[in-house]
């Protein structure tokens, strides 16, 4: 079936140092890839996505490249900002079911100042 | 606009008893899912919708859980004889769907539950 493996958390930076989130897939198919962050108290909210290879997809000064020759979607971001601190998930959509999403365990990224 | 809500935003059982947690979609959104979120799990798909009918619950745990959509619109997901491992964050998430291909999917604040 489906799965997505991130990197295991929690991930600890200092502001302004450069962020990397590994993600990888397994998938039937042509899937299209998301990250989704979730904010301290606040619901899930998608930040960026991608639906073929090679796309990049980008919000907030984030961005993932579709990477299909290797199966990731790697979330980075140049310098990061304490307001960034949040729980990261990658997914992805099979196109079956509705477009239902499978999700990555998730990973909590705490910036201090 | 509107985003999708939940309710209630916090409930507490008592292990055995029936609870009732409602989904209110964005206006117009034919696609409904339910997901959750627990310790140790992660985020799990449990059913979709589509209008009114459900073409895959192959996500539900058990048959203690069920869920219906009325009107094309709210949702109810019911968990029977409550359990201590469905203590987790159940949310809701709706969508337009184009030919089948996922618009995106907009989440609600989720329903908090506790299982004493």
């Known amino acids: 079936g489906d799965s997505v493996t991130q990197m295991e958390g929690p991930v600890t930076l200092s502001e302004e140092a450069f962020l990397t989130i590994n993600c990888t897939y397994t998938a039937t198919g042509y899937p299209s890839l998301f990250w989704y962050v979730q904010y301290p108290g606040e619901g899930l909210q998608l930040l960026l996505k991608a639906t073929k290879a090679d796309d990049k997809g980008s919000n907030k000064g984030f961005e993932a490249t579709y990477r299909k020759e290797t199966t990731s979607f790697h979330l980075e971001k140049g310098s990061v900002q304490v307001s960034d601190s949040a729980v990261y998930f990658c997914?992805?959509?099979?196109?079956?079911?509705?477009?239902?999403?499978?999700f990555g365990e998730g990973t909590q990224l705490t910036v201090n100042p | 606009g509107a985003g999708v809500s939940q309710s209630p935003s916090n409930k507490v059982t008592e292990k055995g008893k029936d609870v009732e947690l409602r989904c209110d979609p964005i206006s117009g959104h034919t696609a409904l899912y339910w997901y959750r979120q627990s310790l140790g799990q992660g985020l799990e798909f449990l059913i979709y919708?589509?209008?009114?009918?459900?073409?895959?619950k192959s996500g539900l745990p058990s048959d203690r859980f069920s869920a219906e959509r009325t009107g094309g619109s709210v949702s109810t997901l019911t968990i029977q004889r409550t359990q201590q491992e469905d203590s987790a964050v159940y949310l809701c998430?709706?969508?337009?769907?184009?030919?089948?291909?996922?618009?995106?999917?907009?989440f609600g604040p989720g329903t908090r539950l506790t299982v004493t």
């Open positions: 919708f589509q209008g009114n009918s459900a073409p895959d």
């Open positions: 998430a709706s969508s337009q769907l184009a030919g089948g291909v996922l618009i995106e999917q907009y």
């Open positions: 997914a992805l959509s099979a196109g079956n079911s509705g477009s239902r999403l499978t």
